[in-house]
């Protein structure tokens, strides 16, 4: 049996880890079977290690929430695909090495060669997007979204990566370039993500940390194509109600009846 006290490299040309107390060896078969669904604890595999996910904060929790909404108004009128969470997870086969990650968020598109289906508790495909919320309890669970999670995503090919740090010191946006490789994302008119797996989903980064009510954001330009349209549409018709009941109070005066 390996000792705690040892250094794991990762994956190729990554930084070596160290096992923490929560982590420790035990096969696939023996994680799928024991540890995946586990109810009170959230545990992902890394090649043989098991490692615990860390538990968040309430900022964490509230800024999930907020992003969540988003996503859900943006595939709610444009359903290109659809949200995964709840620890979902999915397997990783790459060259060298296998995990099973479980993302704060994904996403599965309608085009992805393996839909997934309703009654699934893992994904058997790779997740066209994964977001994951910054745990950094210690520095190694805070590598671990930074620099391992971002090299197997982008190494299985999933196509974005978001890492939402409620702090902001490590909020970052990777698009897949080609096969192995991440770009990141460059904002437009200095603080806009545009996704580009999701046309038409885009977000100001300030907006992550004000976490303005989503209601309210379909006056704003950067949102109103996606957000509260049925809010709009509400909106728009009782805009119009107005103006009929306007005109008609114009009319009504224009024959000398003032009242009815």
């Keep these: 049996m390996e000792t705690l006290s040892q250094q794991i490299p990762i994956a190729e040309n990554e930084e070596v880890f160290p096992l923490s107390e ?3 060896f035990v096969s696939e078969e023996e994680y799928w079977e024991k540890y995946y669904g586990m109810s009170d604890r959230a545990y992902e595999w890394n090649n043989g290690i098991l490692e615990e996910k860390p538990m ?3 900022l964490s929790f509230l800024m999930y929430r907020w992003f969540c909404s988003l ?3 943006y595939l709610a009128n444009r359903p290109v695909g659809r949200l995964a969470g709840l620890e979902i997870g999915f397997r990783l086969a790459i060259p060298g ?4 990650r479980k993302p704060d968020l994904a996403v599965v598109l309608n085009e992805n060669p393996v839909p997934i289906d309703l009654y699934d508790r893992s994904y058997k495909g790779i997740f066209d997007m994964c977001f994951e919320f910054l745990s950094d309890s210690d520095h190694w669970e805070a590598e671990r979204d930074t620099v391992t999670k971002k090299s197997e995503y982008c190494r299985s090919g999933v196509k974005e ?5 409620r702090k902001g010191a490590e909020t970052a946006f990777y698009r897949l370039y080609h096969r192995g490789s991440y770009s990141e994302i460059q904002p437009l008119s200095g603080d806009v ?7 038409g989903f885009q977000f100001r980064i300030p907006d992550l940390y004000r976490m303005p009510p989503i209601v309210g954001l379909s006056d704003d330009p950067v949102y109103r194509e996606f957000v509260s349209r049925e809010y709009q549409e509400i909106r728009q018709r009782a805009e119009e109600a107005e ?9 009504l005066r224009e024959l000398g009846i003032e009242d009815i």
């Design 22 to 24: 929560q982590d420790y």
């Design 161 to 165: 990566y978001f890492i939402l740090d």
């Design 193 to 199: 993500i545009c996704s580009a797996v999701l046309p």
């Design 56 to 58: 968040g904060d309430y």
């Design 243 to 251: 103006q009929r009941a306007e005109r008609l109070a114009a009319r």
């Design 71 to 73: 996503l859900e108004e």
């Design 97 to 100: 090495k296998t995990s099973v």
